[in-house]
């Protein structure tokens, strides 16, 4: 089959972006090098140029690709943001619980912070000392203590040193934030959090995957609890929220 009968059916700006993807996947073209311009890529497929550049905005919207100038347009490797919208927009629209992502967490973060007892390397353990640092001293600004929550999650799963875990665990991070903000604006978990993260770090430092493991899990049992306590519907849809990409 020739490039220009790949593209014989509609819509061809998406089976134009689809062999593009599949030649990316195959190594044919590989992470930083350059795509072929427009007129090559419309004359090697036969279609309009306009085709082209359509097929190349789905592209650019997965992360495959990413321009270096208005001309010149490289492949690339799509970060967890891109791979997490999708799956974020997706979970929203299918009006998935407070219970189920809460049920999901229960499963996935006991599981890093165990990995991470035995992988983390000794800067990640620094960066996880200093989210506490900066959560003691933050302890009584819900909106920074918010954030540092939401970073101490991420450091703890990059503390895996597994691709695949931070892949996974990004649309579950997004989807929780607000959900966190929303339960330390009702009532004062501060002191539990910041606990419960100085114990799964101590763990971690120590190379205790059990202890990591416990600590994570009550942390986030205790998530439920708090949310129950302030008078949140556990079983409500997950709202979209704009800060669900900080």
Not at 21 to 42: C, D, K, W, Y
Not at 76 to 102: C, F, K, N, W
Request: proline residues 4%.
């Amino acid at each position: 089959m020739t490039d220009a009968e790949v593209v014989e059916n509609q819509p061809a700006y998406r089976i134009l972006a689809d062999h593009i993807s599949e030649q990316i996947l195959a190594g044919e073209i590989r992470p930083g090098e350059q795509l072929p311009p427009e007129n090559v890529l419309a004359e090697r497929f036969g279609v309009h140029r306009s085709t082209v550049r359509e097929g190349i905005r789905l592209l650019e919207e997965t992360g495959m690709l990413r321009r270096k100038s208005q001309k010149r347009l490289v492949v690339s490797v799509p970060d967890g943001t891109h791979l997490a919208d999708r799956t974020v927009q997706a979970l929203i629209m299918r009006q998935i619980s407070v219970r189920e992502l809460y049920e999901a967490n229960v499963a996935f973060d006991p599981v890093l912070a165990r990995l991470a007892a035995g992988s983390a390397s000794g800067t990640q353990i620094a960066r996880l000392r200093r989210n506490l640092r900066e959560s003691r001293a933050a302890a009584a600004d819900k909106a920074v203590l918010s954030k540092l929550d939401a970073e101490f999650h991420l450091l703890v799963c990059e503390a895996t040193n597994n691709e695949i875990f931070q892949t996974m665990r990004q649309p579950l991070h997004d989807l929780f934030l607000p959900m966190v903000s929303e339960l330390i604006d009702t009532i004062d978990t501060s002191e539990r959090m910041i606990a419960a993260h100085e114990r799964i770090v101590a763990a971690i430092e120590h190379r205790d995957p059990a202890e990591a493991e416990t600590w994570s899990r009550r942390h986030i049992e205790d998530f439920k609890r708090g949310y129950l306590k302030a008078g949140l519907d556990f079983d409500q849809p997950v709202a979209y929220a704009k800060t669900v990409q900080a």
